[in-house]
């Protein structure tokens, strides 16, 4: 049996917030931290993604560069983990192109993502006049994308948010289909779902910590400083019951914050969302909130500073090292299945 292989992938959205970090980076980590020796991880920056809703070039590449530097502040390890740019593999676009070959209009037409990107309803259709004179060719089948992005390198184990799980079903049937006519030559890899629920907006917590909300209080970066976390965690939106207890319906606010404790916590001996509200029962909300602030500012001191002179300081070489390394492992990787691909299908 292959050893396993781990994939997973991240826009170059620039600095993560807590959002992302919770519900995606924490988990690369671990993951990393406890994998066998044997097996292979990576972790894309997929630039080439971004390119469907994102059209400025400098933005692009200091986004591309903080959310490096953001990975590896966070506990990724250049040396063990392959982290690379998409954009310097060129194999994931040409066995994009290869994929796309056989990949059925209707089947990428049901996906939910190019709707919700473009704001419309779940039952557009990609032929309907309105629709497709904004809908754009890389937007519909990035999927295909995706799915050669997770084939190229033969992965076993995908995690991913809930919000994905559609998108690996469809890198499964890739996968199964040119299997299917060319031989057994790709994986279809298995889903690791993130353990982690959606962490939510501090000011409106019915809706999702987002990096597209205009309100910057509404979301913590990995990078902001102990005043600014200070700041955010006490204009949190909350309600005027007295004590702490957890309810996500009736209290989000409350109970969102309790998630946030929740999550920071290494796993060892946690404490459930109730099991923590049962602690801070007693105190005013805003003693409860000062207990939050000082828990996120201890988590993320250590990766505020790693952060900092990865980008400002005296580990700036570091990064350009670990953008080579990632380049040069995660092109001999994909090569590797290339060469049976092109193999395969006559090229
Ligand atoms: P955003 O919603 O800010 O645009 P992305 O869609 O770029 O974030 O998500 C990047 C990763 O972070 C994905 O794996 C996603 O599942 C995870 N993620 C984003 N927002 C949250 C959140 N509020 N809670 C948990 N995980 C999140
Ligand atoms: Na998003």
């Known amino acids: 049996k292959a050893p396993p292989v781990i994939f997973s992938g991240i826009q170059p959205t620039g600095i993560p917030h807590l959002g992302n970090y919770l519900g995606a980076l924490k988990q690369w980590v671990k993951l990393q931290n406890d994998a066998s020796p044997d097996t292979t991880l990576l972790y894309s920056l997929v630039d080439l993604h971004a390119l469907t809703t994102q059209e400025d070039p400098d933005q692009l590449r200091q986004w591309r560069r903080d959310m490096l530097a953001a990975l590896i502040a966070v506990g990724l390890n250049p ?4 982290i690379f740019y998409q954009s310097k593999v060129p194999a994931h676009t040409e ?3 290869i994929l796309s070959t056989n990949a059925s209009m209707g089947y990428l037409s049901r996906m939910t993502q190019w709707k919700s990107k473009l704001d419309l309803p779940d039952d557009s259709s ?8 904004k809908l ?3 937007l519909f089948s990035y999927p295909v994308l995706q799915a050669a992005d997770i084939l190229v390198h033969r992965a076993t184990h995908v995690p991913v948010g809930s919000d994905q799980s559609q998108h690996l079903e469809f890198a499964r049937d890739c996968a199964n289909g040119f299997n299917h006519n060319y031989g057994p030559v790709l994986v279809a890899p298995d889903t690791l779902l993130s353990p982690a629920k959606r962490v939510m907006s501090l000011t409106r917590p019915h809706l999702k910590m987002s990096k597209s909300h205009t309100d910057p209080k509404s979301r913590i970066m990995i990078t902001d400083s102990r005043e600014e976390i200070e700041r955010k965690v006490k204009s949190a939106l909350t309600d005027s019951v007295s004590g702490i207890s957890y309810d996500p319906t009736g209290r989000p606010g409350v109970s969102n914050l309790l998630e946030i404790l929740f999550h ?5 001996d946690q404490a459930s969302p109730q099991e923590l509200a049962k602690i801070y029962e007693a105190l005013s909300m805003r003693a409860f909130k000062e207990q939050v602030s000082g828990c996120i500012e201890h988590h993320l001191r250590g990766i505020r500073d790693a952060f900092a002179s990865l980008v400002r300081g005296s580990d700036r070489k570091r990064l350009d090292e670990a953008m080579m390394l990632g380049t040069n ?3 001999q990787s994909a090569q590797q299945t290339m060469d049976s691909v092109r193999n395969a299908i006559g090229l």
Request: without cysteine; glycine residues 4%.
């Open 79 to 82: 040396d063990r983990s392959i």
């Open 95 to 97: 066995l994009m192109w």
């Open 126 to 133: 990609p032929f309907d006049a309105a629709v497709k004179m």
């Open 136 to 138: 754009k060719l890389g």
């Open 264 to 268: 920071l916590q290494d796993d060892h």
């Open 329 to 331: 492992k995660a092109n």
